[in-house]
């Protein structure tokens, strides 16, 4: 590879890991010449990290910055050393290298978000400028270094940043939905958060008004937001935990036929025989919930003999961030409910 | 559900759990209308299954069945307590319940494989007749009952047992290749073993002497095995483990193309990268693998922006049976490599 699209130059120490598994990456300057440098506004911390080093520093502000600053300064990315995770930063792009794909497509000065992790990103805070511990952010003065397969977003003009952040942590599901829903199918969506509310955004525009969409979660008012709005035919409360519950109250709303296409966007795990069971034979199953096992699917699909496609949600899909914020700004109703509920 | 396809009425005293999930079932007869009835043979217990109770109570073959006649008294089916797994069984049809769909294409008499685990079979052992502790084996006098939904498949007359068996139990492999490859395409399969070489000589059909066959292993004599008998094109001694490494191998045998599907047949983790980056964009994976991580592939091609549709591999396809078994009775040298190597 003369050309290093995975940033494998950046890894310290560890040779053939990538820059997500690596203990320590090297974010110093220059930019390379198929990497972006980005002047860095702020970090979104993941919650999961954010929560942990609360509790290890406790509550207050400087003491969470300079924890972060420290974990930073130690590893060359923000990886939470205790859960592993990370989070996604906003800042402007100061330099694009002369080997970097998105050269053409992006200026200097455009304002960027990541849709790569912070784990796999070479950063350096310089200054800790505010911690708002109530929405798990920090503003910096400092830069990253984003690779040639390290995907972002244009943060749109239009749009609190907040609000494009949250629909942005999610694009890859409705962008997938987008090519395996045809006119005419019977599609459900298990669990209505979040994501499963863009899931089914995006299938209602693939169905053409042909065929049934379902909405199912464990929450009333999740599912009547949904219903107001119009986001779905059917809506079932249903505990996704429950696989033979769900596949009944399915084949009962769809006449004992069940689905051609069900989308796993719950919380929770141990969701994978409802998702199975309410899929029809021959049809697709769109696992996105980070709580899957890949056994229980696997072996449970095996067990009940049926013949489904299984698919794990990919969180990267060309043109994902494009299609998702085109859904927000074309569904009024869509985007009121994301201003309302994740923001 | 007035026909109970899935063995629900077999649960005691859980509510809406399938069978596989169920800490005891109902094994007693009659046979119900959706069920089968089997004489049974012999038991194949799990692997890891079997290790745990020869470790619990000694090498002793009596002791061993009767542990295992203990675990089925008390569970209704055999699902070892500690490892959870179970195995497959063979036996004889004696009796078809009249809404079993398998009506009219089984006949009483006939000697059948279950491929649905025992965890989910409802068992009883009369006797124990014989335990043969080097091939986890157990020869019962007993009846077994398998539900609608349970695959079964009929045993071969001109084939040893145990070479079906070995065959029967990754069927479902090449059944599921068998639909993604079509002539001209590049195919990798990683961990040419057993499920491996299925792939690799399905694949082969399907090619129609046209595109690229890549055989990938850490085990020069697995590879060399392959090759001899010209199953391959390309045979890559990688370290699947090693994702970078094997990025670079493929890419080299394809002249920096990388391939159109990757097929993951690995039987340790940590492969998934491996698979990913060997794949083209808007190419396909299958994992096969038991060791496979749904968040480390979901997050994996998400860190690198690779657009590959990405398959949890299912252990059913319709067919896949006799799929298998017509593939060896019409590859001699693939025949003689299961001899060999797998019995
Ligand atoms: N790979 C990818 O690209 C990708 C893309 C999108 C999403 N995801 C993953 O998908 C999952 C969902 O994400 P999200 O942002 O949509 O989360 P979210 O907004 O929290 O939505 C999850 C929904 O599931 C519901 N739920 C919880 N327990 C349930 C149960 N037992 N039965 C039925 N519904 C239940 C929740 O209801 P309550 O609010 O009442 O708890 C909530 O409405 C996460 O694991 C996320 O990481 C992955
Ligand atoms: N869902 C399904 O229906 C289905 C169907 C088929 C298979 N499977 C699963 O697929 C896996 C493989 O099954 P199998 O029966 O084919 O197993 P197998 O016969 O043991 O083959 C596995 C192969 O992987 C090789 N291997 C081990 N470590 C490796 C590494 N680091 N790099 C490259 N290759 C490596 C092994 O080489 P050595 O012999 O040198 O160790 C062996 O040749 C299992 O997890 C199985 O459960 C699932």
């Known amino acids: 590879m003369s050309n290093d699209l995975y940033g494998l130059s950046r890894v310290v120490g560890e040779k053939g890991v990538l820059p997500q598994r690596a203990r320590k990456l090297d974010p110093s300057l220059p930019c390379r010449d198929s990497e972006v440098l980005i002047d860095v506004e702020s970090l979104n911390i993941d919650a ?41 930063l ?74 494009a952040l949250a629909a942005l942590d999610v694009c890859g599901a409705p962008a997938l939905v987008a090519r395996y829903v045809r006119p005419g199918m019977t599609v459900a969506v298990l669990g209505a958060g979040k994501s499963g509310a863009l899931c089914l955004a995006q299938a209602r525009r693939n169905l053409e008004s042909r065929g049934k969409l379902i909405a199912m979660d464990v929450s009333q008012p999740a599912l009547d937001a949904l219903t107001a709005i119009g986001l779905c035919d059917v809506a079932l409360k249903v505990d996704a935990t429950q696989g033979v519950d769900v596949m009944e109250a399915v084949s009962q709303a769809t006449g004992g036929q ?74 009024p109703a869509l985007l009121q409910l994301f201003a309302t509920r994740y923001v």
Do not use: W
């Open 90 to 163: 906003i800042g402007r792009v100061k330099e694009i290298g002369a080997k970097h794909p998105a050269r053409g497509q992006l200026q200097v000065g455009d304002r960027i978000a990541t849709l790569v992790s912070l784990t796999l990103t070479p950063l350096v805070i310089e200054e800790v400028k505010a911690v708002h511990v109530d929405i798990d952010r920090l503003d910096i003065r400092g830069h990253a270094l984003l690779f040639a397969t390290g995907i972002f977003a244009k943060l749109p003009s239009d749009l609190p940043d907040t609000l």
């Open 258 to 331: 069940l689905c051609d296409l069900v989308v796993n966007c719950a919380s929770v795990g141990n969701t994978e025989m409802a998702t199975i069971l309410s899929v029809k034979d021959g049809g697709t199953a769109i696992f996105f919930s980070m709580a899957t096992s890949f056994t229980t699917a696997a072996l449970g699909a095996e067990g009940v003999g049926k013949d489904v496609t299984m698919l794990v949600g990919n969180g990267y899909v060309p043109g994902h961030a494009s299609l998702t914020l085109a859904l927000l700004r074309t569904e």
């Open 48 to 88: 999961a990290s954010f929560k942990q080093i609360k509790g290890e520093v406790g509550g207050d502000p400087a003491r969470i910055g300079a924890r972060i600053q420290e974990i930073v300064l130690e590893r060359g990315k923000m990886q939470n050393p205790v859960t592993g995770s990370g989070g996604m």
